[in-house]
């Protein structure tokens, strides 16, 4: 047996952790966190304070105490519960499309040989250097004469397929390793069997940072549901809090109540994603 020398910690049991220094990255990277989730935090406090505290000069930092009133009073003042209802309907239509026709389309530029194929390929990115204001009046009178004005099928159409998710589709399929796809065809897979039941099982990585990316994007999208719905009723909830935000200016609690609300589905797909996501932005293959 050896004695510890002085002066040095003992390192425990054999394969023990070892508490090591924090990285430098880590020590720039923890702030800056904090002040990210900072505004989240409050508003979260914000949502729970009554009329006179969040109007106090200067405010709370923190709730004094919880009070619900702005969250009972904004179910019952407005028709929040069902433009929360649209913008759910609504996203999963275009999450569902979107991973459907990106996916296709992008295993088609990736693997089908096809005249033109790159040119149309180039064509189809290019789209996204297009600012979606230059199109807002020609897509309103194709709507408008398709009599799809003020209608849920407004929101959802122009967003059943994206140039960002066939890009992100045909970068990744073009990484996919053809072997499997070889040995499928050579089981008597037509292509698409080869598709649905070998590739699509392995791109999961990319199909889930694609529904996370088109998820986010379609419930925050505030310019196009105020273009297309005149109706309060099929408002979208971010179109929905506009316009409540614009009759209750000074009403605080409520406000906060509903950006709490609105808030909450996209950090819970996200948190769910996550993993999906990061594999699909690193390039992993996993069966």
Not at 145 to 168: D, E, F, K, M, W
Not at 197 to 217: D, E, M, N
Request: aromatic residues 12%; proline residues 7%; contains cysteine.
């Amino acid at each position: 047996m050896t004695a510890t020398p002085a002066g040095t910690a003992p390192t425990g049991k054999p394969g023990a952790r070892r508490w090591k220094m924090p990285d430098a990255r880590h020590l720039v990277l923890a702030p800056l966190s904090i002040l990210m989730v900072l505004p989240f935090v409050y508003m979260l406090g914000a949502s729970v304070m009554t009329r006179a505290q969040i109007n106090r000069y200067p405010p709370p930092l923190y709730p004094p105490g919880v009070d619900l009133s702005g969250y009972q009073e904004l179910l019952s003042d407005s028709q929040f519960p069902r433009w929360f209802l649209n913008s759910v309907l609504v996203s999963a239509a275009i999450v569902l499309s979107q991973v459907v026709l990106c996916s296709m389309a992008g295993y088609a530029f990736a693997r089908l040989r096809f005249s033109g194929r790159k040119v149309a390929l180039v064509l189809v990115i290019a789209t996204t250097l297009i600012p979606f204001q230059l199109t807002v009046i020609p897509t309103f009178l194709i709507f408008h004469r398709l009599h799809l004005i003020n209608t849920l099928a407004a929101l959802i159409v122009p967003q059943l397929a994206s140039a960002l998710g066939v890009y992100l589709m045909t970068s990744f399929f073009q990484n996919f390793p053809r072997e499997l796809e070889e040995a499928a065809r050579i089981d008597g897979c037509s292509r698409f069997g080869v598709f649905f039941r070998v590739v699509l099982p392995v791109a999961r990585p990319a199909l889930a940072a694609l529904a996370v990316i088109t998820f986010i994007y379609a419930w925050n999208d505030l310019f196009w549901p105020l273009v297309a719905i005149s109706s309060e009723d099929k408002y979208t909830v971010q179109a929905g809090l506009a316009t409540f935000q614009g009759q209750h200016r000074a009403d605080w609690p409520k406000i906060m109540a509903g950006t709490v609300l609105t808030t909450v589905p996209v950090l819970a797909v996200f948190i769910i994603g996550q993993r999906r996501f990061v594999q699909a932005l690193a390039g992993a293959v996993k069966g």
